[in-house]
């Protein structure tokens, strides 16, 4: 860990004198990796509850389930909303004020007595969250490109993905008293240490790069009349959005269809949060042997093969279970390699105003998730059916725009 003073920041966003951590401290990452794991601790501690709120409020669980949708939801909103202002102010002010935001609606929850109060508050959550979530991907642009990047991104999200490993059980432990509200408290307290904890990070936006609050309409302008990085930021959407719907009704499929109980579905998702960081792992490694183009075309045919598979298995033999946990977690070792691959094949196409970038391409992704991980839940009642079937249309979009418009061929790593 270096110590540096503050005073003397340079122009560039590689050069820091900072009193904070360096980027180039492990402890930097694993800052950002802990923002970046707000959203899977406030769902996936939030999943084993859903039995539980359904009963409280009087509500079917796919009701219920909305709540997680509108978290996506306004995660994706506010992403439109704090990556450009992070160009204009820095980085860490827009953490801080998010953070605060998070808090206040996550405490907020507790007093909640009707489902729709809760939606709201949970949609509000999300505002607040994203902020530290886009902020920190930005930081990793401000600081890494190429592969350098790929790598970096990798590694974060494998360090984040401990979270969905470890918070269906900490949710599950947290509902021996049979008090959803437990969840929330520890959501709060999560909050109240990474506001601490981010005054160790620096300022990774000299004040000589950010633009003017005018200029927000510009720099999307700019953005959206990036054809590749559109396309790019399309194809990321649609691998997360694939991935979401699992996760948003991994509950429901194992609690409700497959009757298993909450300790045994927080085992069974932990084997879906390792494929997950396999992936990582595995995107790390190919990242400085192989193009993007390859590797976007290795885990499309991983996830199109293993969705294929388990629509058929699901249609036969119906109440397998065991089938269903080895094709999806094969499903999102693929997708994992999509999502890490695009995301990083987006921003190094982008030479300026990163957060505002960084907020199209999060926004984009985590919209796209929230309507139709709604449309999923609504559907499965008593067959996951629906849940492939999605997939699959999302893997033949992804077709189309890798093998017909090959939007990552001319990147180099």
């Not at 300790?263 to 990242?287: E, P, Q, V």
């Amino acid at each position: 860990m270096l110590i540096v003073s503050y005073d003397t920041l340079t122009s560039s966003p590689r050069d820091y004198d900072l009193k904070y951590l360096s980027t180039t401290s492990p402890w930097f990452l694993i800052v950002l990796a802990l923002l970046a794991a707000l959203p899977p601790f406030a769902i996936d501690t939030y999943t084993p509850a859903v039995p539980l709120m359904a009963q409280f409020f009087h509500e079917s669980e796919g009701h219920v389930i909305w709540s997680i949708s509108s978290y996506l939801l306004g995660f994706g909103l506010g992403m439109l909303v704090w990556g450009p202002l992070s160009d204009v102010v820095g980085r860490k002010v827009i953490i801080r004020i998010g953070l605060i935001i998070y808090m206040v609606a996550t405490l907020s929850s507790t007093f909640c007595t009707h489902l729709n109060a809760l939606i709201t508050w949970r949609f509000f959550q999300a505002i607040g969250d994203s902020a530290g979530v886009g902020v920190a991907f930005t930081m990793l642009r401000d600081c890494y490109s190429g592969q350098h990047l790929t790598r970096t991104i990798a590694s974060i999200i494998a360090m984040m993905m401990l979270a969905p490993m470890i918070a269906p059980l900490i949710g599950s432990c947290l509902l021996q008293d049979q008090h959803w509200q437990n969840i929330f408290y520890f959501l709060f307290s999560y909050g109240c240490v990474m506001f601490v904890v981010v005054l160790w990070l620096p300022e990774t936006l000299s004040i000589n790069q950010r633009v003017r609050f005018s200029s927000i309409i510009k720099q999307y302008q700019l953005h959206l009349k990036n054809r590749q990085f559109l396309t790019l930021s399309l194809c990321a959407s649609c691998s997360f959005a694939a991935t979401f719907c699992y996760i948003s009704t991994a509950a429901l499929i194992y609690m409700s269809i497959y009757h298993f109980g909450k300790f045994t579905y927080s085992g069974l998702f932990a084997i879906n949060a390792i494929s997950i960081i396999i992936g990582s792992l595995t995107l790390r490694y190919l990242s400085s042997k192989k193009t993007p183009h390859f590797i976007q075309c290795l885990g499309l045919w991983i996830f199109s093969i293993s969705d294929i598979a388990m629509i058929i298995a699901m249609h036969f033999f119906p109440d397998l279970w065991l089938a269903f946990t080895i094709f999806i977690t094969i499903a999102t070792f693929g997708l994992c390699l999509l999502i890490g691959s695009f995301m990083s094949s987006a921003m190094n196409v982008v030479h300026e105003a990163f957060g505002t970038a960084t907020s199209i391409l999060n926004a984009l992704r985590n919209i796209l998730g929230s309507v139709l991980s709604m449309i999923v839940s609504s559907l499965i009642v008593t067959t996951i059916i629906p849940l492939p079937i999605t997939q699959l249309c999302l893997a033949s979009i992804l077709f189309f725009m890798i093998y017909f418009i090959g939007p990552s061929r001319s990147l180099a790593d």
